[in-house]
């Protein structure tokens, strides 16, 4: 256990609903970040975020797809009128800037699959 | 797009054995590191080279740099069943803040 969470584990849907996963860093880590994952490949990455304001977003990052962190705590993921391309694991990581070297830690992922 | 390429994309060896697995990337990187990844499960750290180290170690794991051919290799030695997983390198470009991951090498350590 690396200290990072999401929910829910695994979500399955219809094609074309709206699905929200959720992020919950280790607390005193101020980067949030999100990744995708297909099977066989490694991660790739969609966005991250430094406290709250989001700093960078990947072109795979499509108008569907929007990211928050409000506070700068927890994360929402949201895709909106999912396709079946988007079935993939989301993985959420958090990392603390400083003077040393900036490890990623990953919670469990999200499993979507899309029907 | 996948920033590296980890070599073999399959390992299978026998328990005891040692494992070594390739990397190599295309961007200068201030960092690379390793991760493991349990079959269905998030990644796990293991270790972080920076682009000035030339090799380091953690326990059982060794990891080289080379940052003249691009390239890093880990090595498990005396491996063991629960080293039955997949292994990822990540590289942060200079200036960037995202980890560019590999395919991975997928090994599996026979009883």
């Known amino acids: 256990d690396t200290g990072v969470s999401q929910n829910p584990r695994h979500k399955i849907t219809k094609r074309g609903q709206n699905v929200t996963f959720r992020c919950d860093p280790i607390?005193?880590?101020?980067?949030l970040y999100w990744y995708r994952q297909t099977l066989g490949q490694g991660p790739e990455f969609l966005t991250y975020?430094?406290?709250?304001?989001?700093?960078?977003k990947s072109r795979l990052l499509s108008d569907r797809f929007s990211a928050e962190r409000p506070k700068g705590s927890f994360s929402t993921l949201e895709i909106q009128r999912t396709e079946q391309g988007d079935s993939a694991m989301y993985l959420c990581?958090?990392?603390?800037?400083?003077?040393?070297?900036?490890?990623?830690?990953f919670g469990p992922g999200t499993r979507l699959l899309v029907l | 797009s996948q920033q590296g390429e980890e070599d073999p994309q399959a390992l299978s060896i026998q328990e005891g054995e040692n494992a070594t697995m390739n990397c190599s990337y295309k961007?200068?990187?201030?960092?690379l590191q390793w991760y493991r990844q349990n079959s269905g499960r998030g990644l796990v750290h293991l270790i972080l080279?920076?682009?000035?180290?030339r090799e380091k170690h953690s326990g059982r794991l060794r990891v080289t740099l080379d940052t003249s051919k691009k390239s890093s290799s880990l090595l498990i030695t005396a491996s063991r069943a629960a080293d039955t997983a997949s292994y990822f390198c990540?590289?942060?470009?200079?200036?960037?803040?995202?980890?560019?991951f590999g395919q991975g090498t997928r090994l599996t350590i026979n009883p």
């Open positions: 607390s005193e880590h101020n980067r």
């Open positions: 990581a958090s990392s603390l800037i400083g003077i040393s070297e900036e490890t990623q830690y």
């Open positions: 975020f430094q406290n709250e304001a989001q700093l960078e």
């Open positions: 961007t200068s990187i201030n960092n």
């Open positions: 080279i920076r682009s000035n180290e």
């Open positions: 990540a590289t942060d470009a200079r200036g960037a803040q995202k980890l560019v």
